[in-house]
């Protein structure tokens, strides 16, 4: 039995030491330790010896399996050490690599502009809203005082979704004057830029659809003069001190008086050029006070409160801002075109 023992023993170390995987070490643990292992075997025969020789054979079988014990947590621990730095082999990541430039993309010369002028207009303590570009024609025409038979509502301008009329594209973003009445508290002070569609052939000045920038004042004691100063602080910042700007009487049906403002020729000063078309001036915007009709539809006194409003085509203060000479090459997203900003 001594014999059979120290076979065991010499066996088992070596192939514990030999062992390669964490599996193999399981198997062996069961294959000398486990209950029909062959170490148990041996001491099943504890029975036929002597009463003498039981505790030094005992004795000597619990030393293999010490030793076994010892041999296998220590060759357990090697292999995990093994493991551990074959993973950190396999995932290293090499930052010596030189990476993939990423492509950066960058912001529309419009989008620009809009931005400046969000910025002026916060400044000035307006909110921006922004609203649907699919409208009721009664907030982009009736409640805006063009009734029934105003121009501007015929099918030849107009994109309608339905045979009455009722449903639209909207064609400016001044039904947002309506829809901030109906919904915000007095003193109103807001700017909404967005998408708006006409029924236009595209050429170097026109797009069936293009974009503009709403804006509205409505408190007590508003005057033309409020409107006029705040446009050309406006003005000032965005095209630099001391540009001059015109205002000429014009016609809409939700304003009274109405007006619309010129920005002198960047180009020719004022002179005439091909820019101005020889006038000198570049028309901007549609300005004037809100007439009461269009108050009184949204519930606001005019005897108490007055307004002043605005409709500014982007596409075309950013063309000023940027000098570019051609509607088209805002909405056509070229990339040479747009690099250049
Ligand atoms: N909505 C007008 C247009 O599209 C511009 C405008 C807005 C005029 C606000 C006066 C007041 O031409």
Redesign the pocket.
Known sequence: MREQLANIRAQALSAVESAGTAAELDALRVQYLGKKGELTAVLKQMGKLSPEERPVMGQLANDVRAALEEALSRQGSILEARALEQRLRDEAVDVTVPGKPVKLGRRHPMYIALDEIKDIFIGMGFTVLDGPEIELAELNFDRLNAGEGHPSRDWSDTFYFDEDSRVMLR????PM?VRAMDTMELPIRIIAPGR?YRKDEVDATHSPMFH?V???VIDKNVTMADLKGTLNTVVEKLYGKGTKTRFRPHH?P??EP?CEMDVQCHKCGGVGCPTCKGEGWIEL????MIHPKVLQMSGIDPEVYSGW???MGLERTAMRRFKIADLRLIFENDVRFLEQF
């Open positions: 064609s400016q973003t001044s004057q708006v503009q709403e804006g509205m809409f939700f304003t109405s915007l549609g300005a004037g409003a605005f409709g």
